[in-house]
């Protein structure tokens, strides 16, 4: 920039806007930029303007009327009824409601309006939607005397909010109802039925094994089997009866003036339909069978939500017991009461978790030769309101059920790493369920809590049982490798309650054996156990894996376990689980410990 440019104002510039000329070299303008033309400006951007003496009936239009509405005389719609005559016979609202109907008052500056409709241009088998948009003046007696506004063609805009208007209630693959429309009417049934002391019946089915179908050839060979489904139950629906889509595989299906036999027929009804013939496909054709579970209303549920959840309930047993079958709800007693149950434990899970009432109990595993401490297993007890303690035994299934298992978990190693931090000396071992062996958060809090704390891992044994560890061996063995690298050993417990090999314990690389108790219980009288646990201890020592003998509970027992080479012993024998800390006087926080 030259020393001139930089001392010229920035409006003055020449080349940014040509308002003094255009740079050396740059053609001149062809035309000097003229005033805005507002009727070119409509037409290009496809609006109308009109004004409306709505007294006299008069409406005139812009010149670019013909090439928006597609009405080539003008003259034809110079009125608002000659304008109205084009407008298509189902529209629901026209600017003369909106102008007339209007229940607002003009204060002097008009009153705004808004509104779509259809107009059928002459000679066209194609409507266009239009969106009107102006104001309205008031004559002397306040009520509407002109307007004036803009009219814009919306086809697309119209077009795409039916779409998504459509959406909203109708599943795009089989055209019938979708979850949220289908609820809605399920509602409304309901409550008809409930004012007119009837009876009406839902039907949930689910086609069977639609992830096959989906893995053998494709997702979209399975919409096709989803969408001839639908065809199917829709024709054999009564009039009235109504069908939704209620999840990827499942339908609904709303009977009224529906009883329990009329349910049983109605399901008979479909599940023949349905499996009678194989479904044609692209891929050719493909065997298709569905389960339904079914509930009367409002004899067995009285709300939506009742009905929704005792339908499922209903399907899942019946696809249980097996596929292509039908079963209607039925109250039960004992369901009933252990959900009741469920709701009271989780209560009381959840309570105690937010009360700081989980603690540990420790039990001592000693050495088989010195009777000395080797380590404690770290057990938890829940301290009741009434200060009663209840077991792990107690707890733990019934955690395990309900999806609250983690949740123990997380608080039981906060409970362990704070008395590893707080006492040195010891060793403790942790039990983890199948649950937390999966669980990313547990994981990260272990590795979080042992790399801040250095000399914790060495003084940790993670236990886990034998059958988590058959449920999903690759799983398995990455929590071991991983359990190990931050240092920490590791063992299966309860060994030889279900099926593990040999070879798959040397697979896993686990540090330490803990043999299920119940073959050490009857040691002293049961051959078959002596034999059995003999061979896993030789076994055991020849893998170099460390051994502990569960629920021991005499010397002879005892006796018989040092002879065949097992290094530790845990039971009754040598001590229960308590609360107390052999190794200290005081105390342990949590807080004050991590």
């Known amino acids: 920039m030259s020393r001139d440019d930089r001392q010229r104002p920035f409006s003055s510039r020449a080349p940014l806007g040509y308002r003094d000329a255009p740079p ?44 928006v509405l597609l009405i080539p005389d003008a003259g034809a719609i110079d009125t608002g009824r000659a304008f109205a005559a084009f407008l298509a016979a189902d529209n629901t609202s026209s600017r003369f409601d909106a102008v007339t109907q209007s229940k607002e008052e003009d204060a002097g500056k008009g009153v705004p309006f808004e509104t779509t ?13 239009l969106e009107d948009v102006g104001r309205w003046f008031a004559g002397p007696d306040g009520l509407p005397a002109r307007a004036h506004g803009l009219v814009r063609v919306i086809n697309a805009r119209h077009e795409h909010q039916q779409r998504l208007a459509y959406l909203s209630e109708f599943d795009e693959l089989t055209g019938e109802m979708n979850r949220f429309r289908l609820t809605q009417v399920l509602a409304s049934t309901l409550d008809e039925t409930i004012r007119h002391r009837s009876s009406c019946g839902f039907l949930l089915l689910a086609i069977d ?12 060979i399975a919409d096709e089997v989803i969408g001839a489904i639908a065809r ?37 009804r479909l599940l023949w339909g349905v499996r009678d013939d194989p479904v044609q496909t692209a891929v050719g054709p493909i065997a298709v069978t569905i389960s339904i579970g079914g509930i009367v209303m409002p004899r067995h549920a009285r709300d939506v939500h009742e009905v929704l959840a005792r339908a499922q309930e209903t399907l899942d047993a019946s696809k249980a017991k097996r596929c292509d079958s039908f079963l209607a709800y039925r109250p039960n007693i004992e369901r009933e009461t252990m959900r009741r149950e469920n709701v009271r434990a989780t209560d009381d899970i959840v309570t105690a978790l937010n009360e700081r009432r989980i603690l540990l109990a420790f039990e001592p595993v000693v050495d088989i030769n010195s009777r000395e401490p080797g380590f404690h297993e770290c057990l938890m007890r829940i301290r009741g309101s009434d200060g009663t303690l209840v077991t792990a035994s107690d707890v733990v299934p019934v955690a395990e059920r309900l999806g609250l298992i983690r949740m123990l978990d997380h608080r039981v190693l906060e409970l362990v790493i704070a008395e590893l931090i707080a006492a040195p ?22 590795v979080a809590h042992l790399r801040a704390n250095p000399g914790v891992a060495e003084r940790l044994i993670v236990e886990i049982t034998e059958t988590a560890a058959l449920d999903n061996l690759d799983e398995a063995r990455s929590f071991v490798a991983r359990v190990k690298d931050l240092g920490c050993r590791l063992a299966i417990d ?22 299920d108790g119940a073959f050490e219980e009857n040691l ?42 097992c290094d530790y012993l845990q039971g009754a024998l040598i001590g229960l689980a308590k609360p107390e800390r052999p190794w200290a006087k005081a105390p342990i926080t949590v807080a004050a410990a991590i």
């Open 24 to 67: 050396a070299g740059c053609p001149k303008p062809s035309h000097p930029l003229a005033p805005p033309n507002p009727a070119a400006i409509l037409k290009s951007v496809g609006e109308v303007a009109y004004d409306w003496d709505i007294v006299n009936d008069r409406l005139a239009w812009g010149s670019n009327v013909a090439d």
């Open 425 to 446: 000396q010891i060793t403790l071992a942790i039990n983890t369920s199948p649950a937390s062996t999966l669980d990313a958060d547990w994981w990260s809090t272990l």
């Open 117 to 129: 409709y259809a107009l059928q241009p002459p000679n066209s088998d194609a409507r266009l939607w």
């Open 232 to 268: 199917r139950l829709r024709a054999k629906l009564r009039g009235g009866d109504s069908l939704g889509r209620f999840s990827g595989n499942k339908f609904g299906l709303i009977l009224r003036n529906c009883t329990l036999d009329d349910l049983t027929i109605a399901a008979e």
């Open 209 to 220: 094994n639609l992830a096959r179908v989906n893995a053998a050839y494709g997702f979209d």
């Open 524 to 565: 002293t009288r049961s051959a078959d156990d002596r034999a059995f646990v003999r061979t896993m201890l030789d076994l055991a020592g020849t893998l170099g894996l460390k051994t502990v003998g569960e629920w021991v509970q005499s010397e002879e027992s005892a006796a018989m376990l040092k002879e065949w080479g």
């Open 494 to 515: 309860d060994f030889g309650a279900g099926y593990t090999s040999f070879r798959t314990l040397r697979k896993l690389g686990i540090d330490m054996l803990k043999i």
